[in-house]
């Protein structure tokens, strides 16, 4: 079975959906024998410089993996024009790649851009393919995240786009229950054709691991009771609601809020944390790969948080890498959301009103006044992350493009 997907962001990019597309595409090669070819872009947050050149396709080849490296611009993305500078330059590279691709049974597209379906799908009718869509995030009201940008126009064209993809789609795929119906009863999306696959954590390379460990020493953080957000630092986690809990939390002194990443929120919450004088803030940068499970590891629990409605029209990937390392979370969600479904099922966290720092605060101290209810969670965590274990989602995707592509049986 030859698939082709399109996204933005794959190897050597630090973006979450870059890196869990990179572990579908080169399981589907190694485990499931497919011939799999990726149109990315050039990585934004890597070292290096993938698909430099003027040419606007660029090819490589990575574990059994196709690269079609579409060129694009390559700013950073914290200003709106440098993100549609982006997206637009990559679209329009993503097009051309899509005449490089030969025969493939299924194009599936992720979201990033969220245009980015319309080259996929063209390249799916070229070729006599199938065609799937992925719904990382759901736009506009994604896009209406965006602090310095808000075009009416814009946000219509966007769901016009999307509403199609999800009418053209033999198959849609959903992160979670909550999404589903997103796309069900707001965006029209046949809910026969809609299929609810997990984001996940690879749980053989992820495990649970002491807290004395070498990140933690180096950092001081080996005594203090640690809470951390771990990823990316943009507009739709809410951190600020993090920074106005650390206040109200500065006077029981081994508590420790620690921000690992990057992102566009990140120099404007520094600048608050530094304004508030907390003490009780650090912030550390993306960490590699390879060293991720220490830095999970010094925490004591996690922060789970998004913007008050936004839930299911995005999924927070962090949490299944939090559940595998074994560790707690506090759910700063609506209710509905997959995170705070999670919490509740496997009793493996708290939750709080997203947006409220006394209700995050609250749930801070409740898990370090706690800690023998803190651990039980911690063994939870664990117990739930085997649900969604790497393993289990690259079987169902598996399953799925066989069945959308009648290969089913040859499978």
């Not at 063209?122 to 995240?145: H, K, M, Q, S």
Request: hydrophobic share 45%; net charge positive.
């Amino acid at each position: 079975m030859h698939i082709c997907f399109f996204n933005r962001s794959y190897w050597p990019d630090q973006a979450a959906t870059g890196q869990l597309l990179t572990e579908l595409a080169e399981d589907l090669v190694a485990r499931h024998g497919c011939d799999v070819t990726v149109v990315a872009g050039r990585a934004l947050h890597a070292r290096g410089d993938y698909g430099r050149g003027i040419a606007p396709v660029v090819r490589e080849r990575r574990n059994g993996v196709t690269i079609l490296r579409a060129n694009g611009s390559r700013f950073r993305p914290r200003r709106f024009a440098g993100r549609a500078a982006n997206y637009l330059t990559y679209f329009t590279s993503a097009t051309l790649a899509g005449l490089h691709v030969s025969k493939p049974d299924v194009v599936v597209s992720l979201t990033d851009p969220p245009i980015v379906g319309l080259a996929a799908l063209w390249t799916a009718r070229r070729t006599g393919a199938r065609f799937v869509y992925v719904c990382e995030d759901i736009f506009p009201e994604v896009a209406a995240l965006l602090e310095d940008f808000h075009n009416e126009t814009v946000n219509r064209t966007l769901d016009r786009i999307n509403r199609r993809l999800l009418r053209e789609a033999d198959a849609v795929v959903a992160l979670g229950d909550r999404m589903r119906r997103r796309l069900v009863e707001e965006k029209g999306a046949d809910p026969a054709r809609v299929e609810v696959i997990h984001n996940w954590a690879d749980c053989e390379a992820i495990l649970p691991c002491p807290k004395d460990n070498a990140f933690a020493r180096e950092h001081g953080l080996v005594d203090r009771f640690v809470v951390m957000h771990s990823g990316n630092i943009g507009l739709s986690q809410n951190l600020d609601t993090v920074i106005e809990a650390a206040g109200r939390l500065r006077a029981i002194e081994p508590i420790l809020v620690v921000i690992v990443g990057d992102g566009a929120k990140r120099e404007a919450l520094e600048a608050r944390a530094r304004e508030l004088a907390l003490g009780n803030v650090r912030f550390f940068p993306y960490q590699p790969k390879a060293l991720l499970h220490e830095s999970f590891a010094a925490a004591d629990a996690f922060i789970v948080s998004l913007k008050a409605g936004i839930e299911g029209y995005i999924v927070p990937s962090k949490l299944y890498g939090i559940l595998a390392a074994g560790r707690p979370f506090i759910a700063a969600v609506d209710p509905s959301c997959e995170a705070a479904a999670i919490a509740r099922d496997y009793g493996c966290g708290l939750l709080a009103e997203p947006g409220n720092p006394a209700s995050l605060a609250a749930a801070i101290q409740t898990m370090y006044e706690d800690p023998a209810t803190t651990r039980t969670m911690a063994q939870r965590a664990r117990t739930a992350a085997l649900q969604f274990d790497r393993r289990a989602a690259v079987q169902a995707y598996y399953d799925l493009f066989a069945r959308v592509t009648g290969l089913a049986r040859a499978a």
